[in-house]
């Protein structure tokens, strides 16, 4: 299937590791451009070698901080000045400490909310003119099955991107007849750094190993597994193509059916 993504742009948010970095490979396999960021300079450059030497598209790796509006600003600037324009936004953000709602202070909050929603508020507000001026866009925001159903210790999480859940919609209908898209994406348990990372937190809390939570995860998971970033990155990149362009205003899981709620 030819997405329609050739001579297409895509700016693709923490795309050093773990999804965002599925994704950024799955749509350079597509034929598209892209524009990668992450803080870690070093990882994102030997990405964006590996990226170019495989596909032979243009990369352009730009290192910054999503929770920093300014580097926000340079890293869209960057791209725009590079290919002249940014067809498509996959917002992506690394998710905030696990804690209690007890556990966390005034100035956690105030972080996780300039990381989780903030940033995603500045990367639209940036790319939004040009794609209204060309009239076509895809916004994809990479959320979280908590965004849908509540887990346990991710209370920064389950609430902020439920924010982002909610401004994604009332976009999408802002902007629908301009061509352009806004969907959320929501990862279950997937097999990233991330979730290792998040396995090592608990077990420690709780005086097990990592291999014991993520057999609990497992067993929560209708398919009895995680999932594997490169399933995730396939319907990311189905999203933002041409062959998408009218679904507009939704939240999909690739959770293997963990959420169990109808809707």
Known sequence: MDLGLKGKVALVCAASQGLGRAVAVELAAEGA????????EASLQKVCDSIRDETD??????????????????????GQEQFGQIDILVTNIGGPPARRFDALSREQWDAAHRLLLTSVLDLTRLVLPGMKKRGWGR?????????KQPVDNLVLSNSLRAAVTGFAKTLANEVATDSITVNNILP?????????QLAETIAKKEGVTPNDVTARWEAEIPMRRLGEPREFAALAAFLVSERASYITGSSIAVDGGWIKSLF
């Not at 598209?57 to 730009?62: C, E, H, R, S, T």
């Not at 279950?188 to 290792?196: I, L, N, P």
């Open 57 to 78: 598209v243009d990369v352009l790796g730009i290192a910054g901080d999503l929770s920093v509006s300014t580097d926000i600003e340079r890293i869209v600037a960057g």
């Open 33 to 40: 451009s892209l524009i990668l960021c992450s803080r870690n």
């Open 139 to 147: 916004i994809l925001n990479i959320t979280s099955i908590a965004s």
């Open 188 to 196: 279950g348990y997937t097999r990233t750094e991330r979730v290792e």
